[in-house]
């Protein structure tokens, strides 16, 4: 796009009830859940799994661990904090869904963060206490605020959403009607963002 998008992650659980150790793997929890066959759900996941591939994904889910996420959430708010917080993220998603691992556990944690740059022991010490729980929860109370109930979910500009996981041609129209509705236009040659306020230069 001709305009600078930021993004930024914000902590959000589909369960925050679960375990962090589930005997259950998807299908039968997705089957519980919904009331479906075994043979639905591992359809259902097939179609999800056709979708990321085609977009350069590889997901696993035959083998996916599930988990309590509430720590990866609060190592990821700790990475936003040092300027990794996307780095961090992908780890974690990665290694969730492609890479079957634990992301529940503190280890697993741990091992992640240290790929991205962050320091060891200072993840360590951060898991092992009630760091960055406020912010997490700060997070999801926001999203009750704005009656956000399932993921992915973009808010933009605050007041402007996308639901579902969209093609990108819908995300790149919605913005540019976004950009219109609000008033913002784009300097060309220098990329400056610019509204009412003043202007913005994206860092390169």
């Not at 959000?12 to 075994?38: G, H, V």
């Not at 590889?58 to 996916?64: N, P």
């Not at 780095?87 to 998603?93: G, Q, S």
């Amino acid at each position: 796009m001709d305009h600078a998008v930021k993004v930024t992650y914000r902590c959000f659980e589909l369960d925050p009830t679960s375990e962090r150790d589930i005997k259950q793997n998807m299908y039968e929890m997705l089957a519980a859940k919904y009331r479906m066959s075994l043979e639905q759900a591992k359809a259902n996941c097939q179609n999800m799994v056709q979708m990321a591939r085609e977009v350069g994904l590889d997901f696993q889910l035959d083998q996916l661990i599930l988990t309590n996420t509430f720590d990866a959430h609060r190592l990821t708010m700790f990475a936003k904090d040092k300027g990794l917080m996307h780095e961090m993220t992908d780890r974690i998603l990665r290694a969730y869904y492609t890479e079957s691992k634990h992301i529940g556990d503190h280890a697993t944690l741990t091992d992640l963060a240290e790929e991205v740059g962050l320091q060891r022991e200072e993840v360590a010490e951060m898991l092992a206490s009630n760091e960055m729980s406020d912010k997490v929860r700060g997070d999801e109370q926001k999203a009750k605020e704005y009656g956000i109930q399932s993921i992915p979910f973009f808010l933009v500009n605050g007041k402007y959403s996308i639901t579902g996981a969209q093609p990108t041609e819908v995300f790149v129209q919605t913005l540019q009607q976004i950009i219109e509705q609000d008033g913002l236009h784009a300097d060309e040659n220098s990329g400056t963002v610019c509204d009412d306020n003043g202007c913005d230069t994206p860092e390169k």
